[in-house]
């Protein structure tokens, strides 16, 4: 478990499959991910990060805010698994729509590189993103990772032309 001043980023729990599963369906959220999620797609999706955290000591965790308890999405690293990302560690974030635009993101996003420094032996973390995803790498960049072009790609998930194709990649090197 993870506490920031106004968060706890913590494993799944049971719980979660609801918040998270609604979250999945908000066209907003979706945008730059691809479909709205089914409630087995969210199953599946915890299931993932549950087992990430099983088999590696990471995932992206669920995060919870202290004020209420409110599930709010997740954040964390874990196991690239895509193109040039495949075995690097990679952080990762998404939250419900009326999260948006507080800061809880990027809160979020230091305190999981912060662990990563501390937890782990890895001279970097990279993040993916589509290139119409502003929100997305302009937070990258406030955390103060570096565009990689070279290691753009197309994400095998989508059909060349799809306009989740293409996918841009971003670096924070161990300080």
Not at 60 to 65: D, L, S, T
Not at 104 to 130: M, V
Request: proline share 6%; hydrophobic share 40%; with cysteine.
């Amino acid at each position: 478990m993870i506490e920031t001043e106004r968060l706890i980023l913590r494993r799944w729990r049971d719980e979660d499959h609801a918040p998270f599963a609604a979250m999945g369906r908000w066209p907003a959220v979706m945008e730059h991910l691809g479909e709205l999620q089914t409630d087995e797609d969210a199953a599946a999706g915890i299931a993932r990060q549950r087992g990430f955290q099983a088999s590696h000591g990471h995932c992206f965790w669920a995060i919870e805010r202290k004020q209420d308890g409110a599930f709010l999405g997740f954040c964390g690293l874990k196991p690239g698994t895509v193109g040039p990302i495949d075995g690097e560690v990679e952080i990762g974030w998404r939250l419900r729509e009326d999260a948006w635009g507080q800061g809880y993101a990027r809160e979020a996003a230091e305190a999981s590189i912060a662990w990563g420094w501390a937890n782990l032996d890895t001279p970097k973390i990279l993040a993916i993103t589509t290139p119409a995803n502003t929100a997305s790498w302009g937070l990258m960049i406030r955390l103060g990772m570096t565009r990689r072009p070279d290691l753009d790609f197309g994400h095998p998930q989508f059909r060349p032309g799809d306009r989740l194709y293409e996918h841009i990649t971003y670096e924070i090197v161990r300080p």
